[in-house]
């Protein structure tokens, strides 16, 4: 059985499709954009749509189960947000032909998956294609916001950076976010190394 969005805060590609796009499903479609690839479980995409209301706030998931428990989270937590929308989709589906060009004002990503074996690498996001495709949705003065706690991941995303052309790394620290991600406390109780990333369109 089908199951039906869980209005208004989760709307579907469908719902870009048909009706006008990413922004016009928020209440002020004129507000600037940022997007949170993969929120999961966390609580930095809720916590900045609540403390910064002069921006619209974008959770992309690929998990259906992770968006409707982040609703009832919302609808838990009882503040109406209309800055606030998650869909369900690949972000690969929808960055390129529904973000491009130059709607996002900034990227968040924070652990994505390494896939670390060999044989699953194709299966990992920040691949020079995809990129390519964050690089040309970015507005002026845009930024990818990213920490990994994986070594060879954060090598890679170096690397599928540096081709970009008029994308310049800056100093991004951990004291930038405004709390410790689920991930980030779960892997520095672990001893790991958290690599974090900016990278800003000019």
Same mark, same amino acid.
């Given at each position: ?73 919302? /609808?838990?937590?009882?503040?109406? %947000? $209309?800055?606030? &929308? ?5 972000? !690969?589906?929808?960055?390129? +032909? ?57 090598? /890679?995303?170096?690397?599928?950076? %540096? $081709?970009?052309? &008029? ?5 991004? !620290?951990?004291?930038?976010? +405004? ?24």
């Amino acid at each position: 059985m089908k199951l039906a969005p869980l209005r208004p805060y989760e709307t579907t590609w469908e719902d870009w499709l048909l009706g006008g796009g990413p922004c016009a499903q928020f209440e002020d479609p004129s507000l600037p954009l940022e997007v949170e690839i993969g929120p999961g479980e966390d609580a930095f995409l809720y916590d900045s749509a609540v403390d910064d209301s002069a921006r619209n706030w974008l959770g992309i998931e690929y998990s259906r189960k992770r968006v409707r428990r982040y609703v009832r989270r919302i /609808e838990r937590g009882g503040v109406e %947000l $209309p800055n606030l &929308r998650l869909i369900w989709r690949p972000a !690969a589906d929808l960055v390129g +032909p529904f973000l491009s060009p130059g709607v996002v004002a900034n990227y968040h990503i924070y652990f994505p998956d390494p896939w670390p074996k060999a044989h699953h690498a194709r299966y990992r996001m920040m691949a020079p294609a995809f990129v390519q495709s964050l690089h040309a949705s970015l507005a002026p003065g845009g930024a990818v916001n990213m920490a990994t706690d994986a070594a060879e991941y954060a090598e /890679e995303i170096r690397e599928a950076f %540096l $081709p970009v052309e &008029r994308m310049t790394e800056e100093r991004f !620290a951990e004291d930038e976010l +405004p709390a410790e991600t689920v991930f980030e406390e779960r892997w520095r109780a672990m001893g790991r190394t958290i690599h974090f990333f900016r990278y800003r369109k000019a």
